[in-house]
């Protein structure tokens, strides 16, 4: 067992989709302990892929039995788990991914720093939510951007990105017939007004 963990165990639940997953319930050596993302490295580094758990509770001790082993029974669910760490969306954009997210995910609540793949996300299903993401904002994000920040906040943030790239490209491309109507003799003119226009001190590029 890792030293950052004094306990873990593995087991196995259903989401609301009929899909099982693996869930590993973890109580930390000390606090914060390691990350979602630092317990699937680690146990990506000594299980096959099959067993790798994809999602992660940390709890404060783990419930027993009186025999001493550990009462899986006894584990909370791990929706019931989630909830007191769920931070709710805050953005009309983000609680439209969140309702996105709900309904391929089959789960029923889904805070803005939530790991995709903790939620039993995969490559084909982040595949169905950009489709979904696309016809919500019209807007069309690659998939590297998912799996560089796979939670709704960060896909929130790359939708802003995008909408702010696409709409500096639709600004220069209306700009652009303008520009190339211009003489050189015009062209050196309104740069020259340009910067003749500039505060001391500060340089134009």
């Known amino acids: 067992m890792p030293s950052a963990l004094k306990e873990a165990v593995v087991t196995a639940?259903?989401?609301g989709q009929g899909e099982t997953r693996l869930v590993a319930y973890v109580v930390p050596a000390?606090?914060?302990?390691?990350?979602?993302?630092?317990l699937r490295r680690i146990a990506r580094e000594?299980?096959?892929?099959?067993?790798?758990?994809?999602?992660f509770v940390r709890l404060a001790t783990l419930p027993l039995m009186p025999s001493g082993k550990v009462?899986?029974?006894?584990?909370?669910?791990?929706?019931?788990?989630?909830?007191?760490d769920v931070i709710a969306p805050r953005t009309?954009?983000?609680?439209?991914?969140?309702?996105?997210?709900?309904?391929?995910?089959?789960?029923?609540?889904?805070?803005?720093?939530?790991?995709?793949?903790?939620?039993?996300?995969?490559?084909?299903?982040?595949?169905?939510?950009?489709?979904?993401?696309h016809d919500a904002f019209g807007l069309e994000l690659p998939?590297?951007?998912?799996?560089?920040?796979?939670?709704?906040?960060?896909?929130?943030?790359?939708?802003?990105?995008?909408r702010a790239g696409q709409v500096a490209h639709t600004e220069m491309q209306d700009l652009l017939p303008g520009v190339e109507a211009l003489s050189d003799d015009q062209a050196q003119q309104l740069l020259a007004d340009e910067r003749a226009s500039s505060p001391p001190g500060q340089k134009k590029t």
Do not use: K
């Open 13 to 15: 639940w259903e989401n």
């Open 30 to 38: 000390q606090q914060p302990g390691p990350t979602d993302h630092e």
């Open 46 to 55: 000594r299980l096959p892929g099959h067993m790798v758990p994809s999602a």
């Open 71 to 84: 009462d899986r029974r006894a584990l909370p669910p791990l929706e019931q788990a989630r909830q007191e």
């Open 92 to 133: 009309p954009a983000e609680e439209r991914l969140a309702a996105i997210w709900r309904e391929l995910l089959g789960v029923e609540h889904v805070g803005v720093s939530d790991d995709f793949f903790a939620l039993g996300g995969h490559s084909l299903l982040a595949t169905q939510i950009l489709s979904r993401v």
């Open 143 to 162: 998939l590297q951007f998912f799996f560089d920040a796979p939670t709704i906040a960060g896909l929130a943030a790359a939708l802003t990105q995008c």
